[in-house]
Nanobody
């Protein structure tokens, strides 16, 4: 059973960089043909795919967030990390990590395993 767990600060000040980590257990992030994604859901809105890192370490980003987003991984710890720079209150959302066999996770069914999500609020 694959499990994903997000961790990071729940409150970030505007203009700062948000950093979240997804720890994976029960499966390796280097397993061929699996993709590891970050997705968020602002209050009252739908899921928004942010970006993905592949089993081989290739990164893919949503065009709308590409200039502010960076995804990296630590294979020794079996985890991957999201950094979102220059945050504003509009970045307030529940942030999820997920595993999928596709690059862009745009629906709940796109990913086969999800973390429980972590609330991030951007406020001074």
């Amino acid at each position: 059973q694959v499990q994903l767990q997000e961790s990071g600060p729940g409150l970030v000040k505007p203009s700062q960089t948000l950093s979240l980590t997804c720890a994976v257990s029960g499966g390796s992030i280097t397993t061929i043909r699996y993709y590891w994604s970050w997705i968020r859901q602002p209050p009252g809105k739908g899921l928004e795919w942010m970006g993905t890192i592949s089993y081989s370490g290739i990164t893919y980003y949503s065009p709308s967030l590409k200039s502010r987003t960076s995804i990296s991984r630590d294979t020794s710890k079996n985890q991957f990390t999201l950094q979102l720079s220059s945050v504003t209150p509009e970045d307030t959302a529940v942030y999820y990590c997920a595993r999928a066999r596709v690059v862009a996770v745009t629906t709940r069914t796109s990913g086969d395993y999800w973390g429980q999500g972590t609330q991030v609020t951007v406020s001074s």
